[in-house]
């Protein structure tokens, strides 16, 4: 029997605020357990929580990013379970009417666009965490992530693939990063995904039993996690077995998912509206001020680098892996001035090497913007050769500075002087008599040797297009 594998993804998204999602606690990575919750994330008697602003823009300009619709008016609802990690006995979500509602997402796979249509994407608080290394025997509660906020997005289960489900990720991890709502750090926990995978046989309609990995906080362990929990439903079904509907954790060193606990339904979390909580209400105004904030868009912008640049897909969608990376070419060519495949190539060859062996981000490349600027301007204007190029990237990339106090200075600058290339000739031609003899009765390969023997001459700075056309001119007699 042929067995068609279904993928739903839910991410849970942390909202680049600095405050948490009810109470004023920091939500800062790496603080002292427990140093970052206070009365609220604790659940005191007598505590009242109050709703992020910032929390719930963030979550409008999601929705307005991938085209969902915004409700005027939702609700925060309490999602009743107990965990030693959950202060209050329920966690502050959105269950019936969420703040995001529908939208899609285009991702391509294997250069192929497909859309992923989106159910909702609410606002929630997160859970503690329950460290299980820290003591030995027992296990220790830090509640600093208590109250986080997060936007969980849901999708539709569409995807058909290990391929898509990573596509998918990969391209809603760059969405949220490039419209500023989200850090993106996976290994600090901003952008984690929980993976609902069931198996069908090939022409059912019918959903199968679906099984939940959660909190797979990389794309390679996502990759992994699904193609190893389809093979075990399968298996599981192949065999005349029933698959249990669970949550299950992947376990990387083994490379296999296992069993966590029983998978809930939603009226097993008891929700109902917060009593805490007003009506979460929307107007217009804030809607078109988020609007207003948003930046041109990643597919958006890929489009115009083709149609005003004149680049191609390919690296239309490299220039475009981040929003840094976008801006950082638009900063390049942004006077007209560069050529813009030039500068392209230049980004994606010599700066993200450096880049890479360095184990820098663009934000952080030593050599900014506008220094790649001027240098490619003198690679334009004939001052530089691609060999003096790149020589002189390494010392902006080490030690800085003026690009042409640094040209100056190292004596980087092509000679180009007619005058004095031919004058360069004329000597070589006068001191190696035989092979100018050997070039004029048919032997070409020795115009190798008089172009090595002026670089040389020329301490490398030779032009070597001038240089070329000068020695077949003089060798030619």
Not at 154 to 163: C, F, G, K, L, Y
Request: glycine letters at 8%.
């Amino acid at each position: 029997m042929k067995w068609e594998l279904v993928i739903g993804l839910e991410t849970h998204v942390q909202l680049a605020t600095r405050s948490k999602m009810f109470s004023g606690s920091a939500t800062a990575f790496g603080a002292e357990p427990n140093a970052q919750a206070d009365a609220v994330d604790l659940a005191l008697p007598g505590v009242l929580p109050v709703p992020n602003r910032q929390a719930v823009a963030y979550a409008v300009r999601f929705g307005l990013a991938v085209g969902a619709t915004i409700a005027r008016r939702s609700w925060f609802a309490r999602k009743n379970y107990f965990y030693p990690d959950l202060p209050k006995g329920y966690q502050i979500s959105q269950y019936e009417n969420p703040v995001v509602q529908g939208g899609q997402l285009t991702v391509m796979v294997e250069g192929h666009p497909i859309v992923v249509p989106l159910t909702r994407a609410h606002l929630e608080e997160d859970a503690g965490k329950s460290v299980h290394d820290a003591f030995h025997g027992r296990t220790g509660i830090d509640l600093n992530r208590a109250g986080t906020p997060l936007l969980e997005i849901v999708t539709e289960p569409t995807m058909r693939s290990v391929a898509e489900a990573v596509a998918y990720a990969r391209t809603l991890h760059r969405w949220v990063t490039w419209i500023g709502i989200c850090d993106g750090n996976m290994q600090e926990g901003s952008f984690r995904c929980d993976a609902n995978v069931s198996v069908r046989p090939l022409g059912q309609t019918a959903l199968g039993t679906r099984c939940e990995i959660k909190n797979l906080n990389s794309f390679r362990f996502m990759e992994r996690a699904i193609q190893h929990e389809f093979e075990r439903q399968v298996e599981c079904l192949e065999q005349g077995l029933t698959i249990a509907q669970e949550t299950r954790l992947y376990d990387p060193d083994r490379d296999e998912t296992r069993a966590m606990r029983s998978k809930e339904n939603a009226q097993d979390y008891r929700y109902f509206p917060d009593p805490d909580q007003l009506p979460l209400c929307i107007d217009d105004a804030w809607i078109e001020a988020e609007r207003a904030r948003l930046p041109e868009l990643p597919d958006a912008l890929m489009q115009r680098l083709q149609d005003h640049y004149g680049l191609s897909a390919y690296d239309a969608g490299l220039l475009c892996a981040s929003r840094a990376w976008a801006d950082y070419f638009l900063r390049l060519v942004g006077d007209g001035t560069i050529e813009a495949k030039l500068a392209a190539n230049w980004m994606t060859g010599d700066l993200a090497a450096a880049l890479k062996r360095a184990g820098y981000e663009i934000e952080h490349s030593p050599v900014a913007a506008e220094q790649l600027a001027a240098l490619l301007r003198r690679i334009g204007d004939g001052t530089l050769s691609g060999k003096m190029a790149k020589e002189l990237f390494e010392v902006l990339w080490q030690e800085g500075g003026d690009v042409d106090r640094v040209i100056e200075a190292r004596g980087l600058s092509q000679v180009s002087d007619a005058g004095v290339l031919e004058a360069m000739i004329d000597g070589l031609i006068a001191e190696h008599p035989e092979q100018v003899a050997e070039y004029r009765g048919g032997k070409e390969k020795v115009f190798g040797f008089f172009v090595g023997r002026a670089m040389k001459a020329s301490g490398g700075r030779a032009n070597p297009v001038q240089l070329n056309a000068l020695l077949q001119r003089k060798l030619k007699g």
